[in-house]
């Protein structure tokens, strides 16, 4: 009996029991023999009927499920008990992931065939106008596989040493020395797949000199430098393994200027702690069409390359040789022209930074040039830098075009970086994923349009059957002072626009344990970029829901059958306890089924 005090009276709910719902008995009890158990001989069944296992992977995971039931005393006459089954269910050897795969895919190809998992801001501990800069949120991001590390370089108050902070603003800095000790230190320990370093440059030639012979005496044979000025194609993940490589450009003047209603506008984007809505992008393009494509300027002062003046200045002063020796991936100048911008060099790769806005624009007049242009090279969008609040930009818009670089503040939280991470977690959370081969056809007949309408290659069904552990993560009030808990879950797929949607199963009340049994149906166009969104909240009808925990998963590395999905708070960190029981099941495309 659970006891929550109202006033001067007590009101009693019955105690959480984690007792399976009523489906999973129900799928127990189809493999139980007559003793009310199931043997090995049954669970082998179960393994290929229901969780999809070969027969060959049946016979080895039976043996390991029945292990795990003798080591947690949970056999009965030789069988799985119905309390053992459940358990196994929710183990984390059963998770949705396989925890063994690794990295499987193909690293063999030029950097560009690969999403690759950047930040932006990488220093910053909070928000992107007051708060601290420090080495600490660089070494998190690379423990979490984060392979993009931007620093912006500015001199110190006497012109005469390198600190790293955001520009303009009220950011303290920090020291560059400590951020490349830092980096060196922590870059290969979550994936030995190589670490791209963003200079933001705002240094004199006598100061990128210094930066040059830091970046040597700290990496030493760890930096990656080309043997020419130019590359015809990048090296691949494997060939630049354990690698630190350079990317920026030549120095220039800072012209950064918003306007308050800019300011005010990023400010109203800031929702709640988990952020807006994920959209299909439609709107988003609809709106561009409607403003049409105009001038391609320099809307963001970030990753600018020179001009006029500033270029001609900087042109006098001389760039310190050595310097720009060790920059392996070189930034193009853009030319505000996309004609232009996104013309393919057939005898050189490059790297190109846009805006958010600049690349919303491009996207519309340009999308079969941007995915030209990242079949060889190298694009990367980053978020404007008015948002105070450190939020992101939605990565699905960059995927859909084959950007490989969306960077993302990892200290911004909310729906925007759960999508990155969720992509991320793919191919072993390397920090590199391979594009599919839709996105690599250079064939003009067959490129890959995501705004036309797909054909639907197959059918990916979801059951959500119940959760548990925010008994053991949460305070008795941690979400209602007066009673348990009203959890519901919502379930989408975020991809293309013809594959984003969410769903969400009715409000369980007043249980610790909700069991929904609630099943869905997701027609999927392009199933290998498709991401499984999984949020858990409390509803409540007097304020703003509670958030109960959060999970993004590539759908392409789902395995089938009744899985443990381990939920992350909003930072995406997984939390202790809290975990669902769901199924998926992938189905041709011609067939279908009726959601319950």
């Given at each position: 009996m659970t006891t929550y005090r109202v006033c001067c009276f007590l009101r009693r709910f019955g105690a959480a029991s984690n007792e399976p719902s009523e489906a999973i008995r129900d799928v127990f009890q189809a493999y139980a023999d007559g003793g009310g158990v199931v043997g090995e001989e049954a669970v082998r069944r179960l393994l290929r009927e229901v969780q999809g296992e070969t027969d060959a992977g049946a016979e080895a995971a039976a043996k390991e499920v029945m292990a795990f039931a003798a080591e947690q005393t949970l056999l009965k006459k030789g069988g799985l008990t119905a309390e053992g089954f459940h358990r196994w269910l929710c183990s984390d050897a059963n998770a949705a992931l396989d925890p063994r795969r690794g990295v499987y895919q193909d690293m063999g190809w030029p950097l560009s065939h690969y999403f690759?998992?950047?930040?932006?801001?990488?220093?910053?501990?909070?928000n992107q106008l007051s708060s601290g800069c420090s080495e600490r949120p660089i070494v998190k991001a690379l423990l979490d596989g984060v392979r993009v590390i931007e620093l912006d370089l500015w001199p110190n108050s006497t012109k005469d040493e390198v600190e790293v902070l955001h520009g303009?603003?009220?950011?303290?800095?920090?020291?560059?020395?400590?951020?490349?000790?830092?980096i060196k230190e922590h870059a290969f320990v979550a994936s030995p797949y190589p670490v791209i370093l963003t200079l933001e440059d705002h240094l004199t030639p006598d100061l990128q000199a210094k930066v040059a012979k830091m970046l040597k005496q700290t990496f030493g044979d760890m930096l990656y430098i080309s043997e020419s000025e130019s590359m015809a194609e990048f090296p691949s993940p494997d060939d630049l393994k354990g690698k630190v490589i350079i990317s920026t450009k030549p120095p220039k003047e800072y012209l950064q200027t918003k306007s308050g209603k800019e300011e005010a506008e990023d400010r109203a984007e800031e929702e709640g702690v988990w952020g807006e809505e994920i959209s299909d992008g439609k709107a988003t393009?609809?709106?561009?069409?409607?403003?049409?494509?105009g001038k391609y300027g320099a809307e963001e002062a970030e990753e600018e390359p020179l001009d006029g003046e500033a270029e001609k200045k900087a042109r006098q002063q001389g760039a310190d040789s050595e310097y720009n020796r060790l920059i392996a991936i070189q930034l193009t100048r853009r030319k505000h022209d996309m004609d232009q911008d996104l013309k393919v060099d057939p005898d050189k790769v490059t790297r190109l930074s846009l805006g958010e806005k600049a690349y919303e624009k491009a996207i519309v007049s340009h999308g079969a040039h941007i995915i030209r242009f990242t079949q060889r090279n190298l694009l990367r969008i980053f978020p404007r830098s008015t948002r105070i609040m450190s939020s992101n930009y939605n990565p699905l818009m960059g995927?859909?075009?084959?950007v490989q670089m969306v960077a993302a503040n990892m200290q911004g939280h909310g729906r925007k970086l759960w999508l990155t991470q969720g992509m991320f977690r793919a191919n072993g959370g390397c920090g590199y994923v391979k594009k599919p081969d839709i996105l690599m056809n250079s064939d003009p007949d067959k490129l890959f349009d995501p705004k036309a309408d797909l054909p639907v290659k197959t059918r990916l069904r979801v059951t959500v059957y119940m959760g548990d552990g925010w008994r053991f993560d949460f305070r008795k009030t941690h979400f209602d002072k007066c009673s348990p808990p009203d959890f519901y879950a919502r379930v989408g797929v975020a991809g293309v626009a013809a594959d984003t949607r969410m769903e969400q199963t009715r409000v369980m009340m007043d249980s610790w344990i909700p069991a929904w049994d609630r099943e869905f149906e997701f027609p999927l166009a392009v199933?290998?970029?498709a991401l499984l969104r999984v949020e858990v909240h409390e509803s409540d009808n007097h304020q703003k829901d509670d958030f109960g925990g959060q999970t993004c998963l590539p759908v392409w590395e789902l395995r089938p059958g009744i899985r443990a999905v381990r939920l992350c708070d909003h930072k995406g960190q997984p939390l202790r306890s809290v975990k669902l029981l769901?199924?998926?099941?992938?189905?041709?495309?011609?067939?279908?089924?009726?959601?319950?």
């Open positions: 690759i998992y950047t930040g932006h801001n990488s220093y910053l501990t909070g303009r603003t009220w950011t303290s800095p920090v020291e560059l020395n400590k951020c490349l000790d830092a393009a609809r709106q561009m069409s409607e403003q049409g494509s995927w859909r075009y084959g199933p290998e970029r769901m199924r998926f099941e992938f189905f041709p495309s011609s067939s279908s089924s009726n959601s319950k």
